[in-house]
């Protein structure tokens, strides 16, 4: 049995870090909020990419001028897994969740004899991935000095993408984020983005003038569209994270709070017990005069 | 025949524009163009340079770097990678576009070199051409 000054301290340690979680939440609610801004604003150029990305492929697909951005190698050895993650813990599931996902298709591909190589994107990842799959790691990106998710970032790593393409250093590359959905809900994605691949439901490619060629605009914008498509899932990611943080935080605070009525109970509990007591000594020392 | 169109302009961090123009001069690749209401569907890419957007409000001038424009029948949109209002620019931002369109010249692959080159000559243009208009 704890005595009371015990509860006492354990009481006071729930309630501050009742506290800081609190903060937390609050913290990840107003970060959430730019963030999906943020998402939400980076949307008409992404569509608009996609869209007319859409349109030129298809009207250049199966010819032998695509660009190998979007043809492939022809080969489908080696894959690279683009790991995106958080820099930070404490968001519930987040990290976990793409972490299973691209572990489960690393161990696919593996299993089917192909090459696996692995770039994470945030420090979270790379430490779960560490214990199983380290010798797949080819580099890290390290977002904990970007204060704010720009295009610049998904930019650099873009290029670092491309270079490696170019130097034949693999042949798929496919990026794992979390989709946002809700403040609740985040999906764990996994999206191929070299060889590009779009959907080809516009035809409307024949209606329009190219200036310069079809193939050299395809081949300005393909870089541009990977890009765009890994500042979409930046972006995603950073909206996911702070809404699973918000979450967790607020399920960690009301823990919190039923903790402390528990222990409130057994503190007056014991407090009644110990007064009890005395009365009990007291009168019966009073009888036995 | 209608006098104004829809025309966009949108960067990969938000939408900077999004108005009924009159008309709207483009620095495209191969050379500037002028779009005005029922223009013929064209794509093409953009070069750095100045955008002009003529709307009922008067002109507004945008500097752009690389991206691409869509004209279709029901108007304009403009993707550019980089945009900033003209009169925001300042000398240090230019500086430093340039020396990354210098950097990435110097270090091209040799069948690039043209275009990267042509790239630096186009962001020395557009911070001559800024640097005249105000600053």
């Given amino acids: 049995m704890p005595s009371l000054k015990d509860?006492?301290?354990?009481?006071?340690?729930?309630?501050?870090?009742?506290?800081?979680?609190?903060?937390?939440?609050m913290v990840a609610a107003a970060k959430l909020r730019r963030a999906q801004d943020a998402a939400v604003a980076a949307r008409p150029y992404a569509e608009r990419m996609t869209a007319v990305m859409s349109g030129l492929a298809a009207g250049l697909d199966g010819s032998d001028s695509a660009p190998r951005l979007l043809a492939g190698t022809g080969a489908d050895r080696t894959h690279l897994l683009v790991v995106?993650?958080?820099?930070?813990?404490?968001?519930g599931g987040f990290n976990s969740t793409i972490v299973r996902l691209a572990r489960a298709r690393a161990g696919e591909l593996l299993k089917q004899g192909k090459t696996v190589k692995i770039l994470t994107v945030g420090k979270k990842g790379r430490e779960q991935l560490k214990r199983d799959l380290a010798s797949h790691f080819v580099d890290h990106v390290d977002l904990s000095e970007v204060k704010r998710m720009g295009y610049d970032t998904a930019q650099g790593i873009t290029r670092d993408l491309i270079r490696r393409f170019d130097a034949g250093e693999f042949d798929v590359a496919t990026l794992f984020f979390n989709r946002?959905?809700?403040?609740?809900?985040?999906?764990p994605t996994a999206q191929q983005v070299i060889p590009a691949h779009f959907d080809a439901t516009e035809a409307a490619s024949s209606l329009y003038d190219y200036e310069p060629s079809e193939e050299a605009i395809l081949a300005d914008l393909l870089p541009r569209s990977i890009a765009t498509q890994v500042f979409t899932a930046l972006l995603e990611n950073g909206a996911s994270e702070q809404g699973a943080r918000m979450t967790a935080m607020d399920n960690a605070t009301r823990n919190a709070?039923?903790?402390?009525?528990?222990?409130?109970?057994?503190?007056?509990?014991?407090?009644?017990?110990a007064i009890t007591k005395e009365l009990i000594e007291i009168i019966s020392g009073a009888e036995a005069l | 025949m209608a006098d104004t169109m829809q025309f966009d302009l949108?960067?990969?961090?938000?939408?900077?524009?999004?108005?009924?123009?009159?008309?709207?001069?483009?620095?495209?690749?191969?050379g500037d163009l002028t779009v005005m209401p029922d223009h013929a569907p064209l794509i093409t890419t953009l070069r750095p340079g100045i955008l002009t957007l003529v709307s009922a409000e008067g002109a507004t001038e945008y500097a752009v770097t690389?991206?691409?424009?869509?004209?279709?029948?029901?108007?304009?949109?403009?993707?550019?990678?980089?945009?900033?209002?003209a009169h925001e620019?300042?000398?240090?931002?230019?500086?430093?576009?340039?020396?990354?369109?210098?950097?990435?010249?110097?270090?091209?692959?040799?069948?690039?070199?043209?275009?990267?080159?042509?790239l630096l000559a186009d962001m020395e243009?557009?911070?001559?051409?800024?640097?005249?208009?105000?600053?």
């Fill in chain 2, 10 to 30: 949108v960067s990969p961090e938000r939408r900077l524009a999004s108005v009924q123009a009159r008309e709207v001069r483009i620095p495209g690749a191969d």
């Fill in chain 2, 66 to 85: 690389g991206g691409f424009a869509e004209i279709g029948p029901e108007g304009v949109s403009v993707l550019a990678e980089r945009v900033h209002v």
């Fill in chain 1, 257 to 273: 709070g039923d903790m402390i009525d528990r222990l409130t109970i057994v503190y007056n509990r014991s407090r009644q017990a």
């Fill in chain 1, 7 to 25: 509860l006492k301290n354990r009481i006071g340690s729930v309630k501050s870090t009742r506290k800081i979680t609190k903060a937390m939440q």
């Fill in chain 2, 89 to 118: 620019v300042t000398r240090a931002m230019i500086d430093e576009m340039v020396e990354s369109a210098r950097e990435a010249h110097k270090s091209a692959h040799p069948d690039m070199v043209d275009a990267a080159a042509k």
């Fill in chain 2, 125 to 135: 243009a557009l911070g001559l051409r800024v640097a005249v208009g105000g600053n």
């Fill in chain 1, 84 to 91: 995106m993650t958080a820099e930070r813990g404490l968001c």
């Fill in chain 1, 180 to 187: 946002f959905q809700s403040v609740i809900a985040q999906v």
